[in-house]
């Protein structure tokens, strides 16, 4: 009998052990270092703008391509992340024809707030709200030499993992970018470009 209530008392005690150390291992919190990456959509605004006195429409075309992110949770239900990506290239219609193409980069940092941080929760959504720089390079144009300034502006983003285990888990996350470049062509001023895409992108995310 007392074999028997040891054992029942060990099997207790192991069963309780695991599923702690279960819990610990997908408790989803501070001191989470990560990183997301996936194929990203950048779809911008459908009226970009006029240039040239109102005389030339833009309208900047999507894009896809790799993206991936890199975070810190410093508290269970706040974080630090920064979006980065490999050159994105965007066809320009101007008046409906293709006649110009840039590529950029936007580095996008946001503070983020995970309303369910702390808990075992598997699904674990966020939102967040940063600083977006965007980097604008190898601009050409039929008509003559374009170049597109730099730009700084707000983000918004929302998003959320789906954990898998302590490490793995999958991921979809949105921006909202606000991004205008000045234009030049030929050294002249010929308006402003607003961009203002979404970023869509769906991946998966891997915690160190």
Not at 54 to 75: I, K, M, P, S
Not at 189 to 203: C, E, L
Request: charged share 15%.
């Amino acid at each position: 009998m007392r074999t028997s209530s040891l054992a029942s008392l060990l099997a207790g005690g192991l069963a309780a052990a695991t599923l702690m150390t279960s819990t610990q291992a997908l408790a989803y919190g501070a001191g989470d270092l990560y990183t997301r990456l996936g194929i990203a959509k950048v779809a911008p605004k459908s009226d970009n703008g006029s240039l040239v006195n109102g005389t030339v429409a833009a309208d900047v075309q999507d894009e896809n391509g790799f993206a991936f992110t890199l975070g810190y949770r410093f508290h269970d239900k706040l974080g630090l992340e920064l979006l980065a990506a490999l050159p994105f290239e965007h066809d320009v219609n101007l008046n409906g024809a293709n006649l110009a193409s840039t590529k950029h980069l936007p580095p996008t940092l946001t503070l983020q707030y995970y309303p369910l941080g702390g808990t075992e929760a598997r699904v674990q959504p966020y939102v967040g709200a940063g600083l977006n720089y965007t980097h604008f390079s190898d601009e050409s144009s039929a008509l003559g030499d374009l170049s597109l300034d730099d730009s700084w502006g707000a983000a918004g983003q929302l998003g959320v993992d789906l954990l898998i285990d302590e490490h793995w888990a999958l991921n979809a996350a949105a921006w909202y970018l606000d991004i205008d470049a000045d234009a030049t062509l030929d050294g002249a001023d010929i308006g402003t470009v607003n961009i203002d895409p979404w970023v869509v992108m769906g991946g998966i995310s891997f915690r160190y």
